[in-house]
């Protein structure tokens, strides 16, 4: 049993029929609801509740309040190497880019978390490009290891891999697991991944069920939006969520939905997402999952991320760079794509502080995890 | 006016029968308003939130040790291996023995392994810990619990962060009767009136986080629980009037008998 199995029982033109059905009642029936079910998630997500963006705003601050109070968990993105078999359309690091790429050192990976450190980060996120030849397994153990004395936590966003792969990552140190599908639509899916392994929409959906299977602590998924309808594949990814909470029901599960941004390749989003869909996704996301974490990078530009931090974001990324090496070990190398809140973490901490919320460094231990000591 | 009766853990005396949680709040400064607002004698952290190497922590340095009871909690821990791990590390680095001993394997409602808790706690009590387990309402396990020395139980009124008030009332009933160790009813009180609730049944005391942290006025909520609390246990120590089934009809069922025999 993996959400392949579970997602094949749905149709992508029934779920986006069923909602533009959705009636201004069905809206405030789904508001009213003591739990929510997957129709009240459709109608949350409908045209017809965009006449209601108040008091889905207002409901998803509650409930974030009462389950996560005023904090915000910080970390930062670590690109470690970006080098890259794919071929994504929207990605900076496809293989077919002519851009400067790196796979940083042990030591220069070390030396982008000290500076890290130095801001005050102690959870972080390691990526890659897809390339187990530049990034083999053995390569990310090393890096964890070295890390863990400097850092409560430690996530990967990094090209899929079979569980038992990942055992070996949460023995060493790793906690956290990201992957997005980035659309849901199977056609659309193809269509964007032209090449290279990520063009497995299957072995891909059911990455998060390895990483569950492994035993990472953390399991976060997410769409890229701007691929495809964000109403549908913003069902799709509640629907997976759900799914992986219930069946992997001892790991905390987030969601991303960042928004496409500019990147080398010059790739235009063929469905744009607007600031205002962008809340009623996130308000929606947060009534169907109360306990989700829901992540907000700096693609969003500061006015739009000081705007949804009361409405149910839980983790924020602060003075990121999508470039390896582009905190303090290299220079020159090519980001991801382009950085939209260029602030510092300091100036970030501040306007989270200004919000009245408390920015959280540290929400973890290594000491849970009883991982090889380096 | 009276002297209320102290509360006594493990030897230790307090006068204060509500412990406070340190999660969730904005900043560390209305965190610690609260606390001194709210009365409380004992303070817990998660030891997930402090780096307990670092001398400067925000959240260690806010809490006065001379005037708390830092009392360090293992949340986050899925099986018993984990918490005691984490128990263990805080010692090491210099804190009291005592642990709120927490065993949460599902990150959702945070509800206590009640297998695993067993199992810590008798391990943690062996190794000379003050061992306070986070418990569901249930009577034979807080005995089990009290067997192997646990120096409290904590037995939840909902799941964590609910406010939903004393949904284990009847449980929580017997465990107060049954108990040998205080009663600390932990988890899902919403409100100041659950509080005082808790209290009039015989609680112990109480432990508050979210209710407090999550108000409007937290330092106006921590006063009201502060009061709630008093005004539970006042009318506890004061016999509060009982829900007699006992000899209240005003001629009664059975005086016949009596004016039989004059």
New interface residues.
């Given amino acids: 049993m993996s959400f392949w199995q579970k997602i094949i029982q749905y149709r992508w033109d029934r779920i986006h029929a069923a909602i533009c059905r959705k009636t201004a009642q069905d809206v405030r029936q789904a508001l009213q609801a003591p739990t929510r079910n997957f129709d009240d998630l459709l109608a949350l997500l409908s045209p017809a509740a965009a006449g209601f963006l108040e008091e889905m705003a207002l409901a998803a601050h509650g409930l974030t309040v009462q389950r996560f109070g005023r904090t915000i968990q910080m970390f930062a993105p670590v690109y470690i190497s970006s080098e890259c078999i794919n071929s994504c359309v929207y990605c900076g690091f496809n293989r077919h880019n002519q851009i400067s790429r790196a796979t940083l050192s042990v030591a220069e990976v070390e030396k982008e978390v000290m500076f890290l450190h130095g801001q005050g980060f102690r959870h972080v996120l390691l990526l890659t490009g897809e390339s187990p030849h530049h990034a083999p397994l053995d390569y990310l153990i090393r890096i964890a290891r070295k890390l863990q004395p400097l850092l409560a936590s430690i996530s990967v966003e990094i090209y899929p891999m079979a569980t038992d792969d990942y055992r070996r990552l949460i023995e060493n140190g790793v906690d956290g697991l990201t992957v997005y599908q980035e659309t849901y639509h199977l056609k659309r899916y193809a269509e964007v991944h032209p090449a290279g392994p990520k063009r497995n929409y299957r072995w891909r959906l059911e990455t998060p069920d390895r990483g569950g299977q492994a035993g990472f602590r953390r399991l976060n998924i997410g769409v890229l939006l701007g691929l495809s309808d964000w109403r549908v594949d913003g069902a799709f990814v509640g629907l997976h969520a759900a799914y992986l909470e219930r069946r992997y029901w001892q790991s905390h599960v987030s969601v991303s939905f960042p928004r496409l941004r500019p990147a080398a390749g010059g790739f235009q989003p063929q469905f744009p997402v607007k600031d205002a869909h962008m809340v009623q996704l996130m308000c929606a996301l947060r009534l169907w999952l109360p306990d989700a974490g829901l992540v907000l990078s700096t693609r969003e530009p500061a006015s739009l991320r000081e705007n949804l931090l009361p409405l149910g974001i839980t983790q924020m990324s602060a003075g990121s760079k999508t470039a390896p090496g582009g905190y303090a070990a290299k220079e020159n190398v090519e980001g991801q794509f382009e950085i939209s809140d260029l602030r510092s973490p300091q100036e970030v901490v501040r306007m989270i502080a200004a919000h009245g919320y408390e920015p959280v460094w540290k929400d973890w231990d290594a000491g849970f995890l009883n991982a090889v000591q380096p | 006016m009276t002297q209320l009766p102290p509360l006594i853990i493990a030897d230790r005396t307090f006068h204060s029968r509500l412990l406070v949680g340190t ?6 400064q209305i965190m610690q308003q609260a606390i001194a607002a709210s009365g409380a004698e004992i303070v817990t952290v998660a ?5 307990l190497s670092d001398p400067q922590d925000n959240l260690m340095e806010a809490i006065d040790r001379n005037r708390y009871l830092f009392l360090p909690n293992t949340s ?3 099986d018993a ?2 918490a005691m ?2 128990a263990r ?1 805080a010692r090491a680095a210099g804190c009291d023995p005592w642990v709120k001993l927490e065993v949460t ?5 945070l509800l206590p392994d009640p297998v695993e808790t067993l199992k810590a706690a008798e391990i943690l009590v062996k190794e000379g810990f003050k061992v306070l387990p986070y418990i569901n309402a249930d009577p034979v396990l807080a005995k089990r619990l009290e067997e192997v020395g646990t120096v409290t139980v904590m037995p939840l009124g909902a799941p964590i ?3 939903r008030g004393l949904k284990t009332r009847d449980s929580i009933q017997i465990i107060i009767q049954q108990a040998q160790v205080p009663v600390v009813v932990d988890a899902g009180l919403g409100a100041p009136s659950h509080a005082a609730e808790a209290m009039e049944m015989g609680a112990d005391a109480v432990l508050i986080n ?1 209710a407090i ?2 108000a409007g006025d937290p330092v106006g909520m921590a006063e009201a629980f502060r009061l709630g609390v008093e005004a539970g246990f006042k009318a506890y120590t004061a016999g509060l009037g009982r829900h007699s089934w006992e000899a209240e009809a005003s001629s009664p069922l059975t005086g016949f008998l009596r004016s039989n025999h004059a």
């Fill in positions: 999660g969730k709040f904005a900043s560390t030891l997930r939130r402090v780096d986050g821990a899925r291996e984990e791990r984490l590390i394997p599902d990150p959702h409602y962060g609910s406010n979210t942290a999550t």
